[in-house]
């Protein structure tokens, strides 16, 4: 049962173990990504509220999978933020912790229909973020690349930096888009694909999607 919460989003858990995880009663929406790289502000606009999704000026701050009950023009789903990685000052062992958490939900997570892979439009994609996208097309897991804080990038470059790291990750340009927090562009879209692969999960898989 939901913890705190109100309106469309409800705060569920934290997660630090596969027998934390809560009942598989909906399909979910994973969201991964390099610490810092804005997946928190994502979420948060997202759902249209503050302060849901932990923002923190620490990267590597969030150490469990976080869930969090979404409703949205009558699309029931559960949201799973997952531990950034990448972040250098956080010790070694807390790292492979982090690895083992975020892949074995990955791998085992039977209503997960979605994986949104943020990725600063600003920064070219490192080792981690290659290794993901290898890793969701390996276990033919749905994925999406989202490129934040493009409203950092002038209007006349941003398509240019989209093309360059899709080519650089091998991800059609298709299976991408451009995100902003402050300025709300591509959250119609982003809800639009959230719903496209929901539904199409439900579909494959006998359960409500929608």
Same mark, same amino acid.
């Given at each position: 049962?939901?913890?705190?919460?109100?309106?469309?989003?409800?705060?569920?858990?934290?997660?630090?173990?596969?027998?934390?995880?809560?009942?598989?009663?909906?399909?979910?929406?994973?969201?991964?990504?390099?610490?810092?790289?804005?997946?928190?502000?994502?979420?948060?606009? *997202? /759902?249209?509220?503050?302060?849901?999704? !932990?923002?923190?000026? %620490?990267?590597?701050?969030? =150490?469990?999978?976080?869930?969090? $009950?979404?409703?949205?023009?009558?699309?029931?789903?559960?949201?799973?933020?997952?531990?950034?990685?990448?972040?250098?000052?956080?010790?070694?062992?807390?790292?492979?912790?982090?690895?083992?958490?975020?892949?074995?939900?990955?791998?085992?997570?039977?209503?997960?229909? *979605? /994986?949104?892979?943020?990725?600063?439009? !600003?920064?070219?994609? %490192?080792?981690?973020?290659? =290794?993901?996208?290898?890793?969701? $097309?390996?276990?033919?897991?749905?994925?999406?690349?989202?490129?934040?804080?493009?409203?950092?990038?002038?209007?006349?470059?941003?398509?240019?930096?989209?093309?360059?790291?899709?080519?650089?990750?091998?991800?059609?340009?298709?299976?991408?888009?451009?995100?902003?927090? *402050?300025?709300?562009?591509?959250?119609?879209?982003?809800?639009?694909?959230?719903?496209?692969?929901? =539904?199409?999960?439900?579909?494959?898989?006998?359960?409500?999607?929608?």
């Amino acid at each position: 049962m939901a913890k705190k919460g109100s309106g469309n989003v409800r705060f569920v858990l934290s997660a630090f173990k596969e027998e934390h995880w809560p009942d598989p009663d909906r399909v979910e929406i994973a969201f991964v990504g390099r610490s810092n790289v804005g997946k928190s502000s994502c979420l948060n606009t *997202l /759902v249209g509220q503050k302060g849901v999704a !932990r923002v923190s000026k %620490t990267p590597g701050r969030t =150490q469990a999978i976080n869930f969090f $009950d979404v409703r949205h023009d009558n699309l029931d789903l559960r949201f799973a933020d997952l531990p950034g990685y990448g972040f250098a000052k956080v010790p070694l062992k807390v790292k492979k912790t982090w690895e083992r958490m975020i892949g074995d939900y990955l791998a085992r997570r039977d209503q997960l229909a *979605l /994986v949104v892979v943020l990725v600063d439009i !600003r920064r070219d994609p %490192t080792d981690l973020d290659a =290794q993901m996208v290898r890793w969701l $097309d390996e276990t033919d897991r749905r994925g999406l690349l989202v490129l934040t804080k493009s409203d950092k990038v002038a209007k006349n470059k941003r398509l240019q930096r989209q093309s360059l790291i899709c080519r650089g990750l091998g991800v059609p340009r298709e299976a991408s888009q451009l995100f902003s927090s *402050l300025d709300r562009s591509g959250r119609g879209e982003l809800w639009s694909r959230i719903r496209e692969a929901a =539904q199409d999960h439900g579909r494959e898989h006998g359960t409500d999607g929608a």
